[in-house]
């Protein structure tokens, strides 16, 4: 689409059972918007189709929509998020906040053939954030939307050019009063600002995110003792305390930049502070203690917790060959510095009440401790080569030399760990035949492990780093206008879990081993398909399991995950372009323990398939195009639990409804 034409979005969505309020003034508006000034080019947000734009069933997130098996928080089931390996346009970024959706414009998972090209790959794949580009087009985009069970959002972007072919900036602006399945509402803003200075190939992008959240109920976590779900619970009905509201905020600032330097090398690299402002906090847990729903309520509030993440990469390539075969020589040097806050908490006993029922407290005096205090600090080197020969293949090998410290403050007492690790990666593709690719590869690495969860008697702790490795390998056919990928790899991590004294410790070893596979593209002229599958065999084994605290399957693992996506277009009503998608995942190890009432097994959430239908249409008003897009996600209003931590329970969401309108001027 050219410069002086794109489109304004107007979204809306709801539940089933509610009337999606804004859509027709959204509508009106932004119709309004295009005849008042016809001049104006109106950016093109709500057509981000992730299924069209997807080159894997990996992972890919535009905006508001998600295609894939995979996601920023789970890869071949672990966290990368966690793990710490975040990039922000291809630069190192130790990512601590949430990253408002108005700063980033896409998000990849790398995994196995698409982290080929990555130097210092990591074990659990790579999050790859792409910030907003603006260039010379003045663009604008207005999005409203009604959510599930009758939240709203109002989200303006804006990229403005102000030097031509030098400097223009991205903005964008939301603010969302949103309510989740079990009633909890949250009221929030979130801000990005990409300016972008550029001259030629050289760049300069300051990015910054926030995400302020200036109200948010609590939603209360279920958590049974013993081999037993917990009863569900009347969708919509808040349990929890009226007065227990979390306000925090969540901030990501920091640049990227990259420059040649002659005609050989080239210099990229960055720098960010990602921080977490914990203004008030508090964590509701109902301990169901038997199967009826008889359950303890319990509150803990915490005090005011300050953490964040200082991070910076630099990176120096150099490049050789020409044609057909390339060398790429790299030099790469990283550091973080990490301080989190936790603890210091107050806890509150509430006495029993039956699970569904309300039970409003008055609030306590809350009585607060010194907080606790990790700090850690990372410094890595890095050399590497890329090679490639056109036709034939691509390799990518690496070592790392990374020096790691940290220290735990706890009142008087301080713990320290360090380690100072050598890392390897190598990788190789070579491609038989101009059709078919095969790719094999090694990486170790030095992963975060992430925090303690609210369930535990240290929860918020900042844990330790552990080292991690990965072997995989797969083949990758390309059939006409769609790409076949196979995969198999083994992952093996420390395994962290609750010990006899509900602290989340190191407590054995992790092994993922696993087969992933991948369809996307198009068939035929009309159909565009994404389709995935992962295949695990997790296994834990160590202390835990020979000590009785762990079976052999890890807290909240699937075996098998899978997820199509797919678009159709007809010929009716000139264009009409049905969606469909479908999500499964086999049962769920619920509970660390094994019970000898579920014969020496673990506790598991059942399977569970649920399944979406929508449809896009293009018409015109008063010569205006415009199309409609209608969505209703688990259509057979499918009940679950999500597992957070063993034995730790939130329920998932029902069936919801969403409408996006969009016109383009």
Do not use: C
């Not at 300069?204 to 779900?229: D, E």
């Not at 303890?296 to 075969?325: C, F, M, T």
């Not at 994404?530 to 052999?552: C, E, F, K, M, N």
């Not at 969401?653 to 409408?659: A, G, M, S, T």
């Amino acid at each position: 689409m050219g410069e002086a034409s794109a489109p304004v979005s107007i979204n809306a969505s709801s539940h089933l059972k509610r009337r999606p309020r804004l859509l027709v003034t959204t509508g009106v508006a932004g119709l309004l918007l295009g005849w008042l000034q016809p001049g104006l080019a109106l950016a093109q947000r709500a057509e981000g189709n992730a299924i069209a734009q997807a080159d894997d069933a990996f992972g890919t997130m535009i905006d508001k929509e998600v295609v894939g098996i995979y996601s920023d928080v789970d890869v071949r089931g672990f966290n990368p998020q966690r793990a710490g390996n975040a990039r922000m346009d291809d630069v190192y970024f130790d990512q601590l906040a949430t990253v408002a959706p108005r700063a980033k414009a896409k998000t990849v998972v790398r995994v196995g053939f698409t982290a080929l090209d990555y130097p210092m790959p990591a074990p659990t794949g790579i999050i790859a954030y792409s910030s907003h580009h603006a260039g010379n087009a003045f663009e604008l985009a207005l999005d409203a939307v009604t959510q599930q069970y009758g939240s709203v959002v109002l989200d303006f972007d804006m990229k403005m050019p102000v030097i031509r072919d030098r400097f223009a900036v991205s903005f964008g602006l939301a603010h969302g009063w949103s309510t989740e399945v079990d009633g909890a509402k949250r009221a929030a803003y979130a801000i990005g600002l990409v300016p972008r200075l550029w001259r030629g190939q050289a760049e300069f992008k300051p990015v910054f995110s926030a995400s302020i959240q200036r109200y948010a109920a609590v939603r209360p976590t279920i958590f049974t003792i013993g081999p037993f779900l917990p009863p569900q619970t009347e969708p919509g009905k808040y349990l929890g305390q009226d007065w227990a509201v979390n306000r925090a905020d969540n901030y990501n600032t920091g640049f990227v930049a990259r420059a040649p330097i002659g005609e050989r090398l080239e210099l990229r690299g960055g720098a960010f502070q990602s921080r977490l402002l914990r203004k008030e906090n508090f964590s509701e847990t109902f301990i169901v203690q038997r199967p009826d729903g008889l359950a303890r309520h319990r509150l803990i509030a915490d005090p005011r917790q300050d953490s964040y993440a200082n991070s910076w990469e630099g990176v120096l390539l150099y490049h050789l060959g020409d044609g057909s075969l390339g060398h790429t020589l790299i030099a790469t040097a990283r550091g973080r510095h990490r301080h989190i806050e936790s603890g210091g908490s107050s806890r509150f006993e509430f006495g029993e009440v039956k699970l569904g029922d309300l039970d409003p407290e008055p609030i306590p005096t809350f009585s607060f401790s010194q907080v606790d205090v990790a700090s850690l600090k990372q410094t890595s080197y890095a050399l590497g080569y890329l090679g490639r020969l056109r036709g034939v293949g691509r390799v990518n090998l690496g070592v790392t030399r990374s020096v790691y410290a940290s220290t735990f403050r706890k009142g008087v007492s301080l713990s320290r760990s360090s380690a100072e690790p050598w890392l390897y990666n190598a990788s190789l593709m070579v491609q038989p035949s101009r059709r078919v690719a095969l790719y094999a590869g090694f990486v170790s690495g030095l992963e975060e492990s992430g925090s303690a969860p609210e369930t535990a008697a240290n929860r918020f702790e900042q844990l330790t780093a552990t080292r991690t490795s990965q072997i995989d390998g797969g083949v990758q056919v390309a059939l006409g206008r769609m790409r076949l990928v196979a995969s198999v790899f083994q992952i093996e991590k420390p395994y962290f879990s609750f010990n006899a004294q509900n602290l989340y410790v190191e407590v054995g070893d992790l092994r993922h081993r696993g087969v992933e596979v991948s369809a996307a593209g198009n068939i035929g002229a009309r159909l565009n398909l994404v389709a995935g599958a992962v295949l695990l065999q997790p296994a834990v084994s160590g202390q835990a399991v020979v000590a009785g605290l762990s079976g052999t399957r890890p807290v909240g693992t699937p075996k098998l995950h899978a997820r199509i996506d797919a678009s159709y277009r007809t010929d009716l009503l000139g264009g009409l372009t049905l969606t469909a998608g479908m999500l499964h995942d086999s049962k769920r190890p619920a509970s660390a323990a094994t019970y000898d009432t579920l014969g020496g097994r673990q506790l598991f959430t059942p399977s569970s398939t649920t399944f979406d239908l929508g449809a896009r249409q293009a018409f015109t008003i008063r010569g205006t195009p415009v199309s409609l897009r209608v969505l209703v996600n688990n259509i057979f209003d499918k009940r679950g639990w999500r597992v957070l931590a063993a034995n730790s329970f939130q329920a998932d969401d029902i069936r919801r409804l969403n409408i996006y309108l969009t016109a383009d001027f």
